[in-house]
């Protein structure tokens, strides 16, 4: 019996796969044909977009409470960052920390945060626009990009410990999405012995985990885990895991 649920998991994880491939050259093809239709916009694309005046933007119109914006500085290793946070204070003794997933920013979580000051004014709360992403810099981050997976996700992990160390902040609880959640988890496993500060909690939203010693079909793996059939009973163990 267990013979036969293993074929079928092969066969839906091959089939799943092969899927996949068509529709990532598909969207490679997209990509190159208009890579090479816009190419003159996409080299004045730096000095014609400012993301912090459009999310600045979208904050005005849609945040239903005052918030403030501030620029940390800080240094790993030989890579100088800068992270923006939107900064909720509420005055309170406990803190909340949303992390963005890839393709993504701190906007992302502004209906959230209304909901949550409405309904439950327990938090001050800190949005974190990821380094390497939208609002915030990471110099020489082409650099960074020729490191190992291991050495960049401990790296994010250090982010997020100096992040918390820069706001001296007590009481945290953590949510991510996405990929920040891998960051996440990192972080508590290297920093849960070497801190100041408590972590509370961390809630991890549609979590992501890459397999790395599976090579190339680890990618695919992490589309069957996060979107298809096999999601809901992995974020239910995730759930009891964190518990």
């Known amino acids: 019996m267990i013979d036969l649920y293993l074929c079928i998991y092969l066969l839906i994880f091959l089939l799943y796969g092969t899927i996949g491939i068509f529709y990532l050259l598909g969207i490679l093809i997209i990509v190159v044909i208009s890579f090479i239709k816009n190419k003159d916009n996409l080299d004045n694309l730096d000095n014609e977009i400012n993301l912090d005046m459009i999310e600045e933007n979208y904050f005005n119109k849609l945040s239903e409470y005052k918030y403030s914006i501030e620029y940390m500085n800080t240094k790993i290793n030989e ?95 953590l949510i991510g999405h996405s990929l920040a959640t891998y960051f996440i988890l990192n972080f508590l496993i290297e920093k849960n012995k070497n801190k100041n500060y408590n972590i509370e909690s961390a809630i991890l939203i549609n979590p992501i985990s890459i397999i790395s010693s599976v090579g190339y079909q680890g990618f695919y793996t992490v589309f069957m885990l996060k979107y298809g059939i096999l999601n809901k009973f992995f974020n239910l163990f995730g759930k009891y895991l964190l518990n």
Request: hydrophobic share 40%; with cysteine; net charge negative.
């Open 79 to 173: 890579f100088e960052i800068m992270t923006k946070t939107i900064l909720f204070d509420r005055n309170k003794n406990k803190n909340i920390i949303f992390i963005h997933g890839t393709n993504s920013g701190s906007i992302c979580w502004i209906n959230l945060v209304n909901l949550l000051i409405k309904n439950y004014d327990t938090h001050n709360i800190y949005l974190m626009c990821l380094p390497g992403a939208g609002c915030s810099s990471i110099e020489k981050i082409d650099d960074l990009l020729q490191m190992d997976s291991d050495y960049i996700i401990k790296f994010y992990s250090e982010i997020i410990h100096k992040y918390i160390e820069e706001l001296k902040i007590d009481n945290i609880t």
